[in-house]
């Protein structure tokens, strides 16, 4: 939170610098006239035709008025104005937590239902995950990417809003179509262990096996449980689907691929827990269970939501400005032109 902004309403973030309102004024009071100046200055031809422009006109006093407003303006935009809005409440946990999300080839199998409508795997989890994220206010909140390799989406952030952005704009095969569970574990506690955090929780999430990466996901789970991690695992997928084939309809288990042992494993070696997602319900529900295992603290931090309005009093100085250099130069165009094509042009003019 900025400097100043203790109270509701608007307010200066640098107030000081409204100190130097008088400063152009000190300035010009202090310049001394150059030594023969009137002999020493560059004639221009038709400098003396735009002087009797201006000439008469009283424009002087205006244009200083101008300008000492512009100078105002510049140094109110400088000063950083901002909105400061009514005190907002974050629950404090001190957990750091990673969601590890399959995006692998297999995740667009459409085997889940979502609003009434086929959908495949990966859109329901945006829709369960985003929920959970948006809903772990005073968590850090990670996102871990991956199908043949896996990837840091989202460093650990107490934003959880663009988390879940993030999560809802992820696609299929983005980071290959195979799936390195081990992978995404390692990278997982690569990024887990460089914080201090009380709690550090992985939430991983995927429908299928190992099939790729450079390290097995028990090999990986050894090191997690070294570092204190405690892994979720979830299963996706259903367990029957009615798919249309040369022969005509037949019943498939389209989860054949899921290695649930391995996922129960890796969760009951960290002090974790397994679940099974056979539909979007079933999803949301697991997600619930998770909020009750790593329960949002109440402990709370009191903040302000602070709202920058410099570009306000910046875009007024610019008018300002242009509008002064505009007063100066078109009266001076005319003026500016040869006497005899001056005279052309307003006989011209005349009806």
């Given at each position: 939170?900025?400097?100043?902004?203790?109270?509701?309403?608007?307010?200066?973030?640098?107030?000081?610098?409204?100190?130097?309102?008088?400063?152009?004024?000190?300035?010009?009071?202090?310049?001394?006239?150059?030594?023969?100046?009137?002999?020493?200055?560059?004639?221009?031809?038709?400098?003396?035709?735009?002087?009797?422009?201006?000439?008469?006109?009283?424009?002087?006093?205006?244009?200083?008025?101008?300008?000492?407003?512009?100078w105002l303006v510049l140094l109110l935009a400088?000063?950083?104005p901002q909105w400061v809005g009514e005190i907002?409440?974050?629950?404090?946990?001190?957990?750091?937590?990673?969601?590890?999300?399959?995006?692998?080839?297999?995740?667009?199998?459409?085997?889940?239902?979502?609003?009434?409508?086929?959908?495949?795997?990966?859109?329901?989890?945006?829709?369960?995950?985003?929920?959970?994220?948006?809903?772990?206010?005073?968590?850090?909140?990670?996102?871990?990417?991956?199908?043949?390799?896996?990837?840091?989406?989202?460093?650990?952030?107490?934003?959880?809003?663009?988390?879940?952005?993030?999560?809802?704009?992820?696609?299929?095969?983005?980071?290959?179509?195979?799936?390195?569970?081990?992978?995404?574990?390692?990278?997982?506690?690569?990024?887990?262990?460089?914080?201090?955090?009380?709690?550090?929780?992985?939430?991983?999430?995927?429908?299928?096996?190992?099939?790729?990466?450079?390290?097995?996901?028990?090999?990986?789970?050894?090191?997690?449980?070294?570092?204190?991690?405690?892994?979720?695992?979830?299963?996706?997928?259903?367990?029957?689907?009615?798919?249309?084939?040369?022969?005509?309809?037949?019943?498939?288990?389209?989860?054949?691929?899921?290695?649930?042992?391995?996922?129960?494993?890796?969760?009951?070696?960290?002090?974790?827990?397994?679940?099974?997602?056979?539909?979007?319900?079933?999803?949301?529900?697991?997600?619930?269970?998770?909020?009750?295992?790593?329960?949002?603290?109440?402990?709370?931090?009191?903040?302000?939501?602070?709202?920058?309005?410099?570009?306000?009093?910046?875009?007024?100085?610019?008018?300002?400005?242009?509008?002064?250099?505009?007063?100066?130069?078109?009266?001076?165009?005319?003026?500016?032109?040869?006497?005899?094509?001056?005279?052309?042009r307003s006989n011209r003019a005349r009806p």
């Amino acid at each position: 939170m900025a400097e100043g902004a203790a109270v509701e309403g608007l307010t200066l973030a640098w107030p000081w610098l409204l100190a130097l309102a008088p400063l152009p004024w000190l300035v010009r009071r202090s310049m001394k006239p150059a030594p023969g100046g009137a002999l020493q200055a560059l004639r221009v031809p038709w400098f003396e035709r735009v002087r009797e422009g201006m000439a008469g006109t009283g424009k002087r006093p205006v244009l200083a008025l101008v300008a000492g407003l512009a100078w105002l303006v510049l140094l109110l935009a400088a000063a950083r104005p901002q909105w400061v809005g009514e005190i907002e409440t974050l629950p404090i946990t001190g957990r750091d937590l990673l969601l590890a999300v399959d995006i692998s080839g297999s995740m667009d199998t459409q085997d889940m239902v979502l609003g009434n409508k086929p959908v495949n795997r990966l859109a329901v989890v945006k829709k369960v995950a985003g929920e959970f994220i948006q809903g772990r206010k005073g968590d850090r909140v990670g996102l871990v990417l991956f199908g043949s390799r896996a990837y840091l989406q989202t460093p650990l952030t107490f934003d959880t809003e663009t988390t879940a952005i993030l999560l809802e704009e992820s696609e299929i095969g983005l980071a290959g179509r195979e799936t390195a569970i081990g992978d995404a574990i390692g990278l997982s506690v690569k990024r887990l262990r460089e914080d201090a955090a009380s709690e550090r929780v992985l939430i991983l999430l995927t429908d299928g096996a190992n099939t790729s990466g450079e390290v097995q996901p028990m090999q990986a789970t050894e090191f997690a449980a070294r570092e204190g991690l405690r892994i979720y695992t979830v299963g996706v997928g259903a367990d029957e689907m009615m798919v249309q084939d040369f022969f005509g309809s037949r019943l498939v288990n389209p989860s054949a691929d899921l290695d649930e042992d391995t996922l129960r494993a890796i969760a009951e070696r960290t002090g974790g827990a397994y679940f099974r997602a056979r539909d979007a319900e079933a999803l949301a529900e697991i997600y619930g269970q998770l909020d009750e295992l790593e329960p949002v603290e109440s402990d709370q931090e009191a903040i302000r939501p602070v709202d920058e309005l410099f570009f306000w009093p910046l875009a007024a100085a610019f008018a300002l400005v242009l509008g002064g250099v505009m007063t100066v130069l078109l009266p001076g165009v005319r003026w500016a032109l040869p006497r005899g094509e001056a005279g052309v042009r307003s006989n011209r003019a005349r009806p």
